[in-house]
C-alpha cells in the first residue's frame, strides 16, 4: 500500500496515477474522504506500519519552522522497512546566480531554511527525497493566470528557473518506487525560463494580448517577494532517468502548458475533441 501523507494537489494526481497503476493507495488530509484518512485519526500509526511505501507531501509549519511529519513520526518512520519519500523544494539550493546545480550541490544557502532543515531531516531517516520547483498543471498554471487578470510580465532579465507539470510529478515517484531506487531526485524540466516568458507563451495560446512589462523594484517588495526575484538558478534532472529509465511528459512548459490547453479545448462544449 502506497501511504501519502498530505494529499493536497500533488499528492492527489499521485494517488490517481498510483491507483490507475495497480497500487492501493491511502492519502491523509485534514479531513477524511472517500479514499482519504484524517490526520488526527488514531489508526494513523497502524497504517504507516502497514504501508510498504510512504510518501510525505507535507511542507514545514509556516510558524515554527519545523516538519510536522517528522515531528509527530520521526520515530516510527526511521523503522520502516518499506520505502518512505519526501516532497522537497529546489528552493534549498539557493540563489546560484543562474548556473547550473545538480543533486551533488550544497544546500542551506537561500531563503528556503526551514525547508532545508526537512530536507536533510527526511535524509537521515533514509528517505529518498524528490526536490521541485514550480508546480503547475490543470487549474494551476499560467494559463489559469492570464485568463483570471491575475498575469504579469516583470521585466527581471536572468531570472530563469525550472518547473514541473503535476503529472511528471507522479510519474517521477511511481518510477523510483518500480525502481527500488533511492537518494535524491532533482524532478525539474528541461527548460528554466523566466516568468514573464511563461506568461507571454499562455498569451499566445490564449490568443490573449499581453500584460504591460513591469520594471521591477526590489525596494518596494515584501521580504518574501524580494527573495524570489534575487534568487537565480538553474537545476539539472538527469539522474532521474539515470536510475529511474523515467522521460519526462512535459520535458519543458511549452510542452505542458500546450497539453493542459488541449485538455481544456476537448472538455469544452463544442471543443475540438479529435
Not at 107 to 118: I, L, M, N, P, Y
Given at each position: 500500500m502506497l501511504l501519502i501523507l498530505g494529499q493536497g494537489y500533488s499528492g492527489t494526481a499521485l494517488a490517481a496515477a498510483a491507483r490507475a497503476a495497480g497500487h492501493d493507495v491511502l492519502?491523509?488530509?485534514?479531513?477524511?474522504?472517500?479514499?482519504?484518512?484524517?490526520?488526527?485519526?488514531?489508526?494513523?500509526?497502524?497504517?504507516?506500519?502497514?504501508?510498504?511505501?510512504?510518501?510525505?507531501?507535507?511542507?514545514?509549519?509556516?510558524?515554527?519552522?519545523?516538519?510536522?511529519?517528522?515531528?509527530r513520526f520521526g520515530d516510527l518512520l526511521k523503522g520502516h522497512g518499506g520505502m518512505v519519500a519526501y516532497l522537497s523544494s529546489t528552493g534549498v539550493y539557493g540563489d546560484t546566480g543562474g548556473a547550473w546545480v545538480d543533486e551533488s550541490a550544497p544546500?542551506?544557502?537561500?531563503?528556503?531554511?526551514?525547508?532545508?532543515?526537512?530536507d536533510l531531516g527526511w535524509q537521515a531517516l533514509g528517505a529518498t527525497v524528490f526536490r521541485l520547483p514550480g508546480i503547475y498543471g490543470p487549474g494551476r498554471s499560467a494559463l489559469d493566470q492570464v485568463r483570471s487578470g491575475h498575469a504579469r510580465r516583470v521585466d527581471r532579465p536572468g531570472h530563469r528557473f525550472n518547473r514541473i507539470h503535476v503529472d511528471d510529478i507522479a510519474g517521477a515517484v511511481l518510477a523510483a518506487i518500480a525502481a527500488n531506487a533511492r537518494g535524491i531526485f532533482n524532478v525539474v524540466d528541461r527548460l528554466p525560463a523566466e516568468p514573464r516568458n511563461v506568461t507571454e507563451f499562455a498569451c499566445g495560446l490564449l490568443g490573449a494580448p499581453l500584460p504591460p512589462l513591469e520594471p521591477i523594484e526590489l525596494a518596494k517588495l515584501s521580504p518574501m517577494a524580494r527573495g524570489f526575484w534575487t534568487e537565480r538558478r538553474a537545476v539539472a534532472g538527469y539522474k532521474l532517468e539515470r536510475e529511474t529509465g523515467y522521460r519526462l511528459t512535459h520535458p519543458d512548459y511549452k510542452a505542458g502548458l500546450t497539453a493542459i490547453h488541449a485538455g481544456e479545448r476537448g472538455r469544452s462544449p463544442g471543443g475540438d475533441r479529435g
Open positions: 492519502g491523509v488530509k485534514r479531513r477524511a474522504a472517500d479514499g482519504v484518512m484524517a490526520f488526527d485519526d488514531p489508526a494513523l500509526p497502524h497504517a504507516i506500519r502497514a504501508a510498504s511505501h510512504i510518501l510525505s507531501s507535507v511542507p514545514p509549519d509556516g510558524v515554527t519552522g519545523r516538519d510536522p511529519m517528522l515531528e544546500v542551506g544557502g537561500g531563503r528556503r531554511s526551514a525547508r532545508t532543515e526537512a
